[in-house]
């Protein structure tokens, strides 16, 4: 394990040293970021709607019972937009673009195309790893944000529809922005950029020590989601310590 | 990184001591040979017998347990000799990137390494993979190909390069007898243009004895014998012999054969 972590942390230093060489994969990162929101985009919209609508059917009528209807949209705003949707966005991210990323690289690994990189003196970091990174970095936290304005809409529905909450959808609203300020959402983002990383690191160290054949890539694929979920829950929590108000 | 020229020498290769092990089991026992510049160096020996370990050494995509490999008297080991000569490895499987057109493949280190602008990239693209047969397969994906094509492809890759170490694994399996001719035509028309320095590990003796300056034969990782191909060939080691000699008896033959007995 502690080998393990020390690779990522590697892996990790080199690619943030390859940085001033991102310009120059400027097309794989582009290529890297439309397959992420294409891959993705419809999953984390129906995920993050009904979260929002779980969360205000969940809270709504316990508050409204007890005399706290305004506060039904700050519960549910504040919610999504500190803990679940970054969260439940890594974790969708994790599984869905994570194992491709392992079973991408593992499979390139397993079949030689990563020795052929480097008999060309291409360096699988700058050619491989940094422009998923990058991509992944950029796309999870626009992921975010998508997804805790659909959460949001997800959550004024539940309210506006179910009978045992009735509150418009203004003062859904009204409630939402006297609780959640900006610098909740931008906790949130921050989250997942951290989150982000830790997918790339993960996805593609795990990538680049498959060994063996198929059964090896499909190892490698499952420890990818498994640790970087693990990881995810971990560091939610030293972010959100570190993080609080 | 330099752009290929066509005036660039063959590099030499010493391999001194090399020892290697996998999970206890000793692979390579201490080899030791040269290879001089622009010379065509076969390897054979029987499968198992340490060719494709000791050929991952010589261009540095294994780490040896002890001895070391120098190229033009630098160690395979320190960082800047991928930079300074250019080397190319044809894989037994191509190794083709399977998300990259053939084009892309082949014009892929001339791209990467942004020597050349992409309509001269795309000139010599079409020009290597018209030398290997393969004209107007630029589009086609590597998962469209034949095993044979795949082969002829990651040749065409390394031509692009224009080595000064070129290592062949196996270049002829999984080729019909015409385009192995191609293939060793190829070998022999490269060292004579730019007197590349070429290591062949191969099975095929009509290729090895076709296109060998001179040769090796390995068994369990040790060397039987080094020479030219005559020299190599009057080696009295039953080893080396039984592996020069092996053939198989067509089947009609041997039962006519015992028919006739």
């Known amino acids: ?16 040293a390859a940085l001033p060489l991102a310009w120059r994969q400027r097309q794989k990162v582009a290529d890297q970021f439309f397959e992420i929101g294409n891959a993705s985009l419809l999953m984390v919209c129906i995920l993050s709607f009904f979260i929002g609508s779980v969360i205000a059917l969940q809270t709504g009528p316990l508050l409204v019972e007890h005399g706290l209807a305004s506060y039904v949209g700050g519960v549910v705003g504040y919610s999504i937009c500190r803990e679940l949707a970054p969260v439940m966005m890594a974790i969708l991210i994790a599984g869905r673009i994570g194992s491709s990323m392992a079973a991408e690289i593992g499979s390139m ?27 992944l970095s950029a796309a999870l936290p626009l992921l975010v944000i998508f997804a805790i304005l659909v959460g949001w809409l997800g959550g004024a529905f539940v309210c506006v529809a179910n009978t045992r909450i009735e509150i418009s959808f203004a003062a859904f609203l009204s409630a939402l922005r006297d609780v959640v300020e ?19 690191v993960v996805s593609c160290h795990q ?39 | 990184m330099n752009p290929p020229t066509s005036n660039q020498q063959g590099v030499s290769v010493q391999v001194r001591g090399l020892h290697k092990s996998f999970d206890g089991q000793e692979v390579l026992k201490g080899l030791d040979f040269d290879v001089q510049a622009g010379e065509i160096f076969v390897i054979m020996g029987p499968s198992g017998s340490g060719k494709t370990v000791l050929l991952k050494h010589l261009i540095g995509l294994e780490q040896p347990d002890a001895g070391d490999v120098l190229i033009q008297g630098q160690s395979i080991q320190s960082p800047e000799v991928m930079g300074r000569f250019r080397m190319a490895m044809v894989f037994q499987s191509g190794a083709l990137l399977s998300s990259l057109t053939v084009g892309e493949n082949v014009g892929l280190y001339l791209s990467e390494h942004r ?56 270049p002829t399996s999984e080729l019909d007898p015409l385009s192995a001719v191609v293939v060793a035509e ?76």
């Open chain 2, 186 to 261: 190829e070998i022999l028309h490269l060292q004579e243009r730019i007197r590349v320095t070429s290591l062949v590990v191969s099975h095929d003796r009509d290729l090895a004895f076709g296109v060998a300056d001179r040769m090796a034969v390995i068994n369990e990782g040790r060397i039987l014998t080094i020479g030219t191909p005559e020299e190599v060939r009057r080696n009295p080691d039953p080893l080396v012999q039984q592996f020069l000699r092996a053939d198989f008896k067509h089947s009609n033959e041997r039962k006519e054969h015992e028919k006739h007995a």
């Open chain 1, 1 to 16: 394990m502690f080998q393990n972590v020390g690779e990522m942390l590697v892996l990790f230093f080199r690619t943030l």
């Open chain 2, 115 to 170: 020597l050349m602008p992409a309509s001269e990239i795309a000139r010599i693209v079409a020009e290597k993979l018209e030398v290997v047969g393969l004209k107007g397969t630029e589009d086609k994906m590597p998962n469209e190909l034949s095993g044979g094509m795949k082969k002829r492809v990651a040749i065409a890759r390394a031509l692009v390069i224009e080595p000064q170490l070129i290592l062949y694994d196996e």
């Open chain 1, 109 to 135: 690994r397993v079949y030689q195309e990563i020795d052929a990189l480097r008999t060309m003196n291409i360096n699988p970091i700058h050619y491989l790893v940094l422009p998923r990174l990058i991509a």
């Open chain 1, 182 to 200: 900006i610098s909740d959402v931008a906790n949130g983002v921050f989250k997942s950029f951290v989150f982000a990383v830790i997918i790339g």
């Open chain 1, 207 to 245: 990538g680049l020590i498959t060994r063996g054949g198929p059964r090896g890539i499909g190892r490698s694929v499952t420890k990818a989601v498994v640790n970087s979920i693990v990881l995810i829950v971990i560091f939610d929590y030293l972010l959100t310590r570190a993080l609080q108000k």
